[in-house]
């Protein structure tokens, strides 16, 4: 029951009618007998003002979601390093200060993990180069990915990810534009294959980034994309032979790790998992 010692958690972003952060985070609260709760903040209109306001009501920290993770950065006082090279923001704990983390990157290594796939001295292909791949891209270098070709459907954006991957990382990749051409060119060398477009999510479900033919089962296939939890691309690179990864995980393992940042906890990953599971089937 919420009292005068409730901690305040929540989530910012608009909109927030679909998130499943809430359901998430006051699962973990309920089942570990946390005083605690986890509310959407959805912000129409001036995100500094916002800010400011939570800190202020003693808010313990937030997630932040589209289109705030890196117009965030300007309000806050300390980024850790990663999301400062990262260059956006998806986790906020406020003590006396407002502190910046991004956990979207490790939720990607961890789902990975959980599908027993290592990153280090494998060549990635990126699909996508906004805010999910960008952090997914960074962490895939700290993890020791050998090579990293990042394809985007508007090729100056890649570009502009993999000049900053080349500066703050001082690792050379790729960028490319995502078109049929490139994908059947090179995905014959490549070891992981990652989504992280919103090519197949919901209502778009029969889309895909890539054609099913060029597919092969030497590949594992990461589609971050969780609404549908089997996407196209998923259904069939998995026709394909291909070993197939979706997107719970990494949805569970980037909420998990903003709970260790604020509350310095162990959640329980498959009951999040579980829970998560139920609501999307
Ligand atoms: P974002 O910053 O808006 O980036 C969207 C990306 O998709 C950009 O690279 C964009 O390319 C590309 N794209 C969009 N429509 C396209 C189309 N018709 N054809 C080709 N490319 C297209 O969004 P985001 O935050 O990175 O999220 C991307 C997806 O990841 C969403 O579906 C989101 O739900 C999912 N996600 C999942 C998790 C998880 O935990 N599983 C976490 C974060 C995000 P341009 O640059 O050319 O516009």
Same mark, same amino acid.
């Given at each position: ?133 960008? /952090? ?141 599971? /139920?609501?999307?089937?």
């Amino acid at each position: 029951m919420i009292n005068g010692s409730t901690k305040i958690f929540g989530i910012i972003g608009f909109s927030l009618e679909h998130s499943l952060s809430p359901l998430m985070h006051n699962y973990v609260f309920n089942y570990m007998k946390l005083n605690c709760v986890y509310v959407p903040f959805p912000v129409k209109r001036d995100l500094k003002k916002a800010i400011i306001g939570l800190h202020e009501l003693d808010v313990k920290g937030v997630n932040i979601t589209i289109p705030y993770k890196e117009e965030v950065i300007n309000y806050i006082d300390e980024l850790d390093e990663k999301s400062r090279k990262i260059g956006s923001v998806n986790t906020i704990k406020f003590t006396d200060k407002k502190i910046g983390y991004n956990t979207d990157g490790i939720g990607a290594i961890k789902a990975l993990k959980d599908g027993n796939i290592e990153v280090k001295g494998k060549k990635v292909m990126l699909l996508g180069a906004g805010g999910a791949a960008r /952090s997914i891209a960074f962490q895939l270098v700290f993890e020791g990915c050998s090579d990293l070709l990042i394809l985007n459907r508007t090729k100056e954006r890649g570009d502009k990810l993999a000049r900053e991957i080349m500066e703050k990382a001082d690792f050379s990749c790729k960028s490319m534009k995502l078109d049929q051409k490139i994908l059947s060119e090179y995905i014959h060398d490549v070891d992981i294959l990652i989504n992280s477009t919103s090519l197949g999510m919901y209502p778009n479900v029969n889309e895909s980034p890539v054609p099913k033919e060029i597919l092969h089962d030497e590949l594992v296939v990461f589609d971050i994309v969780y609404n549908p939890l089997k996407t196209k691309l998923l259904k069939e690179a998995e026709e394909m032979g291909a070993k197939t990864i979706d997107g719970l995980g990494m949805l569970v393992h980037q909420g998990a790790e903003s709970l260790r940042i604020w509350l310095d906890i162990d959640p329980p990953i498959d009951l999040m998992k579980k829970v998560l599971l /139920s609501h999307l089937k």
